[in-house]
């Protein structure tokens, strides 16, 4: 049967899930085989350098960043340039990584601005669209002054569409006000084209958690004809099967449709494939592969009181046979490439017996990859023998839920047994730290209940951590409701006193509510989140950066970047970075360096377009850098600035500022 499946258009490269080093010079939008996959033409007209030119050209240089722009457009164009050209390169570092993303926040801040105002473009999320409620979508996302995607839908997904004329389109991801615009108009214009949504559920997002309102959700069945709840690669094949024989979808497992005005729920019924683990390689030419090495176990405590990950599932969670463990690592065996260098387990949570059988099963079968995990803070994971297996079976970094420090905060999460101690977290991190596995710990900041004292005991820990096991890392998230949590359904409980609704219940297509968190805003937690990751993990971050530190490491995570950092980390303690300079040492600025005057405040902006830091001078200032535009040793400065001007330039005031100027790379080696 013909079909097409439409993919969502988001986040630059999906957020970097997908990172495809040509994705930004796709040029056309072609089917390939049955999927219609638009993001990249989407981001590469984003960063098309004459668009961005003619916007440029709009900029009012009032802020330090678009001062920098105009005071050398040149320098900035080629700055996207290399972004672009390097963004994907999985050898990148960090500091890299965050100089590409930066100047691309800048291109989007700038169209954001001056050409989709009031609408916001985001590299992480696209266009930032409300996409909570099916009637506002309904209503507004056909309306081009509320969807910024209308245009691009009309010029290049509906032509594909028209050409193919498919039987059923699959809408893979979450109903938003780009793929509902899809669904409407082919609503308008083909009627007999069957619409259903598949493969909406990720670790933290699913349509299965709604299903009791979704039987309820009038407008959004004015938009699609069916979702498919669970197993949406057998469940699709069904469909089309019932379609195509022109079947009643009464007998499609796992599927809520509309047939004629009412909504129905078909029963979840599919044989369960327990031993063939899902692949997806990260990049076309990949050395990197994510795996789920068994798709139908849940985490194996599944008892935290504010987790819905678990709560999509439509099974039982059975414990998995050593056997079945077994079959499942000979499958990934088999499909395992000589060209893949590391594997990362996305199963939830792997018990330490298992992790165990894992890592003898890598040393037995030759399997040369260096990988990670997730597992749960565990006395298990203290034994010897395990610590000794996963360090030589490749084992780079385990992550452990570990939430918070503060014993109040983790009995209201629900997140330990009772002799929980933090003595067992420590020795884990000793432990692992002296066989070269970085451990590394998802924190959660803003739990009901958590005041600013029991927060702070958070902070502290991680510091401490952190300053004697170089190889422990952690991020921050701040709480949220989850619809399917147990905080959700006993908010009083957990103190909750109000909670927030965008929509009725039976139009609301999110997963997360807001609440009254009482002294703690929420923005307030973003602003101590952010702070307190930029100071702990990337300290060498502008403060007013476009990129939030938790923003950065989501995309650094997703783009498994921080696990090829690890490996490439000793096992010893960092050395601060130092930086050599004599007087005999040849420096000029670095061709990153632009400054411009700020017309309003009557100083200089001089930007670094390599670290995307910025600082204010006068004119004495900008006298030394034009100096440097030319190479001269830090001896003939001093000698020819004291003899130009005795009265500004002193020896010791230059020795002092060419060292820092130096150590902040506003000068370079020649």
Not at 205 to 229: G, H
Not at 404 to 427: G, P, Y
Not at 462 to 481: A, I, T
């Amino acid at each position: 049967m013909n079909y097409i499946r439409i993919s969502p258009v988001g986040g630059l490269f999906h957020e970097f899930y997908n990172p495809t080093p040509n994705g930004l010079s796709t040029t056309a939008l072609n089917l390939n085989g049955n999927e219609l996959n638009a993001n990249n033409l989407f981001w590469t007209l984003i960063f098309d350098i004459e668009s961005i030119k003619q916007v440029i050209d709009k900029i009012v240089p009032l802020s330090p960043k678009y001062i920098a722009i105009k005071s050398d457009t040149n320098v900035f164009i080629r700055q996207v340039e290399i972004a672009k050209d390097s963004i994907c390169n999985p050898q990148i570092t960090p500091k890299e990584f965050f100089r590409y993303l930066e100047t691309f926040s800048i291109v989007c801040k700038i169209y954001s601005e001056y050409v989709f105002n009031p609408h916001r473009l985001t590299i992480q999320n696209g266009f930032e669209t409300d996409n909570y409620s099916a009637s506002q979508i309904y209503y507004d996302c056909l309306d081009e002054q509320k969807n910024p995607y209308l245009n691009f839908i009309r010029q290049y997904i509906l032509p594909q569409i028209r050409e193919s004329l498919p039987s059923v389109i699959f809408i893979d991801g979450v109903p938003t006000f780009y793929n509902m615009a899809i669904c409407l108009l082919v609503r308008n214009e083909f009627s007999n084209i069957h619409i259903c949504i598949s493969h909406h559920s990720s670790e933290y997002y699913s349509l299965n958690k709604l299903e009791l309102y979704l039987i309820q959700n009038e407008y959004l069945f004015k938009m699609v004809d069916s979702i498919i709840l669970e197993y949406f690669d057998e469940t699709e094949k069904q469909l089309l099967s019932a379609i195509q024989n022109g079947k009643e979808l009464s007998i499609v497992s796992n599927l809520i449709y509309k047939n004629k005005d009412k909504i129905c729920v078909t029963p979840y019924n599919v044989k369960k494939k327990d031993y063939a683990p899902v692949f997806d390689v990260q990049y076309p030419a990949s050395e990197m592969v994510n795996i789920h090495l068994q798709p139908y176990n849940m985490c194996y405590w599944n008892k935290c009181t504010f987790c819905g990950i678990n709560k999509k599932y439509h099974f039982d969670n059975e414990e998995t046979t050593v056997n079945a463990l077994e079959i499942s690592l000979n499958y990934m065996k088999a499909y395992l490439s000589k060209e893949i260098k590391y594997i990362w387990f996305i199963d939830e949570a792997i018990h330490p017996h298992k992790l165990k059988y894992i890592a003898d099963f890598f040393l037995q079968n030759n399997i040369n990859v260096i990988w990670q995990a997730r597992c749960r803070v565990e006395k298990l994971l203290l034994d010897k023998n395990l610590i000794e297996y996963l360090k030589r079976s490749g084992l780079k970094e385990l992550r452990l839920g570990l939430e918070s420090a503060s014993s109040d905060t983790l009995k209201a999460m629900n997140k330990f047994d009772e002799d929980f101690s933090l003595k067992v977290v420590e020795k884990i991190c000793s432990a692992y730290s002296d066989a070269g596995i970085s451990i590394h710990f998802p924190m959660i900041i803003g739990f009901p209940g958590e005041d600013t004292y029991e927060r702070k005991k958070t902070y502290d820990y991680l510091h401490y951590l952190c300053g004697k096991y170089p190889l422990v890392s952690f991020n921050l998230n701040v709480f949220n409701l989850d619809i399917s949590s147990h905080v959700f359904r006993c908010p009083d409980k957990y103190g909750i006193r109000e909670i927030y609704y965008p929509c009725p219940l039976q139009d609301f297509l999110g997963n997360i509510l807001q609440w009254e968190r009482g002294e703690d805003s929420e923005k307030q937690l973003f602003k101590e989140r952010d702070q307190y990751m930029r100071e702990m993990l990337y300290p060498w971050m502008p403060v007013n950066a476009s990129v939030r530190p938790h923003i950065f490491y989501r995309l650094s995570e997703t783009a498994r970047h921080t696990l090829r950092w690890k490996t490439q980390r000793s096992k010893a303690v960092p050395v601060a970075n130092t930086v050599s300079m004599e007087l005999q040492t040849e420096v000029l600025i670095p061709s990153t360096l632009v400054y411009g005057m700020d017309t309003e405040r009557k100083v200089y902006i001089i930007y670094n377009w390599e670290t995307h830091h910025y600082m204010i001078g006068n004119k004495y200032l900008i006298f030394i850098f034009d100096f440097f535009k030319t190479a001269h040793t830090i001896s003939e400065a001093i000698a020819y600035l004291t003899t130009y001007d005795p009265e500004v330039y002193i020896p010791e005031d230059l020795n002092i500022l060419f060292f820092n100027l130096y150590q902040r790379g506003y000068l370079t080696d020649s």
